[in-house]
């Protein structure tokens, strides 16, 4: 089991930053890759970053150039610094964990962070 801790969700003015952290804890040895999602009001889940143990990254086109996903020194974090935020980034924010098992790949979730870009 990987437990998932989101944090630094808020409210910011269109054109500002955030960044966004979550820690893994549990049985983090088997987790081979870590990401961020998001979903907004009627919309579905859709991925905006993720990056693997050997520090691999891959953007949502609508994200890239703007935000930045990485990895702590242990491992069992990742960040996503969000740059130049638009109105349209406005939505919960998920962290995800992909854990590769002998008996399969499993995909654990955080409890989810709000981000808010208003003006």
């Known amino acids: 089991q990987v437990q998932l801790v989101e944090s630094g969700g808020g409210l910011v003015q269109p054109g500002g930053s955030l960044r966004l952290s979550c820690v893994a804890s549990?049985?983090?040895?088997?987790?081979?890759?870590m990401g961020w999602y998001r979903q907004a009001p009627g919309k579905q889940r859709e991925l905006v970053a993720t990056?693997?143990?050997?520090?691999?990254?891959n953007y949502a086109d609508s994200v890239k150039g703007r935000f930045t996903i990485s990895r702590g020194n242990a491992k069992n974090t990742v960040y996503l610094q969000m740059n130049s935020l638009k109105v349209e980034d406005t939505a919960i924010y998920y962290c995800?964990?992909?854990?590769?098992?002998?008996?399969?790949?499993?995909?654990?979730w955080g409890q989810g962070t709000q981000v808010t870009v208003s003006s």
């Open positions: 990056v693997t143990n050997s520090g691999s990254t």
């Open positions: 549990g049985t983090i040895f088997s987790i081979n890759a």
């Open positions: 995800n964990a992909k854990q590769s098992l002998r008996s399969g790949t499993y995909d654990y």
